[in-house]
C-alpha cells in the first residue's frame, strides 16, 4: 500500500503561482494513476490533474492551461508535483493527492482513487 504526503500549500496573491508536491511511499508500478483533488468549503471534491504510469496527462476542464503536473522519479523516490500559475481566489481549496491501481470510470472522478493523502491547503487572496 502505497501513503501519499503532500506540502507545498500556502496563502498567495490572485494572479500568482504556487507548487505543490507529493511524495508517494511505497510505489510500485501497479499504482497506475497519479492524481491531485482540491475540495473547496462547501463544495464537492473535484479533480485538478492526473498522471497516468504510461505519462499522459489529464486536465480538469477548469484548469484552462495553468496548472502542470509532473511526476519525478529520483534516487528510488517517486514525487508527484503539481505547479499552479494565474492562480485566483476560486482556486482556494484542500489539495489532496490521490493514487489508484485501476479505473473502472472516469480518470478524474475521486471515487476511482483507493488511497489519499492528509491535504494542504492552497489560499488565494483577492
Known amino acids: 500500500q502505497v501513503q501519499l504526503l503532500e506540502t507545498g500549500g500556502a496563502s498567495v496573491q490572485t494572479g500568482g503561482s504556487l507548487k505543490l508536491a507529493c511524495v508517494v511511499s511505497?510505489?510500485?508500478?501497479?499504482?497506475?494513476?497519479l492524481a491531485w483533488f482540491r475540495q473547496a468549503p462547501g463544495k464537492e471534491r473535484e479533480g485538478v490533474a492526473v498522471?497516468?504510469?504510461?505519462?499522459?496527462?489529464?486536465?480538469g476542464n477548469f484548469v484552462n492551461g495553468r496548472f502542470i503536473i509532473s511526476q519525478d522519479n529520483t534516487d528510488g523516490k517517486v514525487t508527484v508535483n503539481l505547479v499552479m500559475n494565474r492562480l485566483t481566489p476560486e482556486d482556494t481549496g484542500v489539495y489532496f493527492c490521490?493514487?489508484?491501481?485501476?479505473?473502472?470510470?472516469?480518470?478524474?472522478?475521486?471515487?476511482?482513487?483507493?488511497?489519499w493523502g492528509q491535504g494542504t491547503q492552497v489560499t488565494v487572496d483577492s
Open positions: 498522471i497516468w504510469n504510461s505519462g499522459s496527462k489529464t486536465y
Open positions: 490521490a493514487a489508484t491501481q485501476r479505473l473502472s470510470g472516469w480518470v478524474l472522478d475521486q471515487r476511482q482513487y483507493t488511497t
Open positions: 511505497g510505489y510500485n508500478f501497479n499504482w497506475r494513476y
